[in-house]
């Protein structure tokens, strides 16, 4: 079987240390590459992780009720309705949840979801029942748009939950995205396993990774169903990352609604674990082509984040701005250990 192109260098560094009465100290970096993402990162395990979760009431002040686009007082005041062209009623609706045009777009199809007129959910009741609806509400304006023949070829269904991920509003939502083009990084994930089956013999490249991955036993995190969970080896976070793969799912139109629940059920174990691990914010992407592509299988990566006391600095820096690469004090293979528990009911 054909390795999957993780790549690994080990530097060090040396100071006199004040903290120990300047005696030489020597600190270990591990450079960390991953050729099928692109991703370079820097494994610095002797930073402080976080441990302070951050004051959420403060969040809430500023972001209140009274004032949210999405919560009743003023939702179908101000947001945005479709053309009737695409549906009669202005917006999509399951249960609670709403789907509606981003008025603020960052792409020719960007929209909004809303999981419920709930204005706060907390990490740990972001339960596979709450999210439910707001998931399906996302299917069902993907089903519509293959139903009218535009052409498009891709999607995603995006997060940005709370303001150290850049979530502009309290009110958890979803974002969803369809496009004739692939983002930079799907195109990046589309071509390595274009490239890899080329040189594998027509093997898969996801199901050679997870293979691999299982058998080393390292970053393997649990099965839940179809979907398999492992702790990237190279993060896009300091925080590190959880990915997530479909199994044998070429197109967001493989998924079925056991498919979902199976997500789901993993996706709240992942947020149990951030919220008492003292997180309270992460980023969610989740990738798939809207026409069966063999090469690529329906996947996604979650990345917690954080701001750094006392100052509330952001996580990210000029490392992981302008110089692509990520610094993270958070070792992959302990981030596996860590959330393998949550999981300990399905091993």
């Not at 240390?17 to 820097?42: S, W």
């Not at 951050?54 to 949210?68: A, I, M, R």
């Given at each position: 079987m054909k390795e999957v192109g993780f790549k690994k260098e080990i530097t060090s560094g040396?100071?006199?240390?004040?903290?120990?009465?300047?005696?030489?100290?020597?600190?270990?970096?591990?450079?960390?590459?991953?050729?099928?993402?692109?991703?370079?990162?820097?494994?610095?395990?002797?930073?402080?992780?976080?441990?302070?979760?951050?004051?959420?009431?403060?969040?809430?002040?500023?972001?209140?009720?009274?004032?949210?686009?999405?919560?009743?007082?003023?939702?179908?005041?101000?947001?945005?309705?479709?053309?009737?062209?695409?549906?009669?009623?202005?917006?999509?609706?399951?249960?609670?949840?709403?789907?509606?045009?981003?008025?603020?777009?960052?792409?020719?199809?960007?929209?909004?979801?809303?999981?419920?007129?709930?204005?706060?959910?907390?990490?740990?009741?972001?339960?596979?029942?709450?999210?439910?609806?707001?998931?399906?509400?996302?299917?069902?304006?993907?089903?519509?748009?293959?139903?009218?023949?535009?052409?498009?070829?891709?999607?995603?269904?995006?997060?940005?939950?709370?303001?150290?991920?850049?979530?502009?509003?309290?009110?958890?939502?979803l974002q969803t995205i369809v496009s004739y083009k692939p983002t930079s990084f799907v195109q990046r994930l589309l071509t390595s396993a274009q490239n890899y089956a080329a040189a594998a013999n027509g093997d898969n490249l996801w199901n050679n990774l997870i293979a691999l991955e299982k058998k080393a036993d390292k970053r393997f995190i649990a099965n839940t169903g179809s979907v398999c969970w492992l702790a990237s080896f190279a993060p896009k976070s300091m925080a590190g990352e959880i990915d997530f793969i479909f199994r044998e799912k070429t197109s967001f139109f493989d998924l079925t609604e056991s498919n979902f629940s199976e997500f789901l059920s993993g996706l709240s174990r992942v947020f149990n674990y951030l919220y008492i691990s003292n997180f309270a914010s992460f980023n969610m992407s989740f990738y798939a082509t809207m026409t069966n592509n063999n090469y690529f299988w329906v996947q996604g990566k979650i990345v917690p984040r954080f701001v750094l006391s006392p100052l509330g600095t952001s996580d990210l820096n000029y490392f992981e701005k302008l110089h692509n690469e990520i610094i993270c004090p958070t070792v992959p293979e302990e981030l596996c250990r860590e959330l393998q528990p949550y999981f300990k009911d399905l091993l």
């Open positions: 040396y100071y006199l240390d004040p903290f120990n009465g300047f005696q030489e100290k020597k600190v270990t970096i591990e450079l960390r590459y991953d050729e099928t993402t692109g991703v370079a990162c820097r494994i610095l395990p002797y930073r402080v992780r976080p441990a302070q979760k951050p004051d959420l009431d403060e969040f809430l002040e500023k972001s209140p009720e009274s004032l949210c686009p999405f919560c009743p007082d003023l939702f179908e005041k101000i947001t945005p309705r479709f053309l009737p062209s695409m549906i009669a009623e202005g917006k999509f609706k399951r249960g609670e949840a709403s789907l509606f045009p981003n008025v603020f777009p960052y792409d020719q199809n960007n929209n909004v979801a809303i999981f419920s007129s709930r204005h706060f959910v907390p990490l740990n009741e972001l339960t596979p029942g709450m999210m439910k609806d707001g998931f399906a509400v996302c299917r069902d304006y993907f089903h519509r748009v293959v139903e009218m023949n535009m052409g498009y070829k891709h999607c995603s269904i995006n997060w940005n939950y709370m303001p150290p991920a850049g979530g502009g509003l309290i009110h958890p939502h």
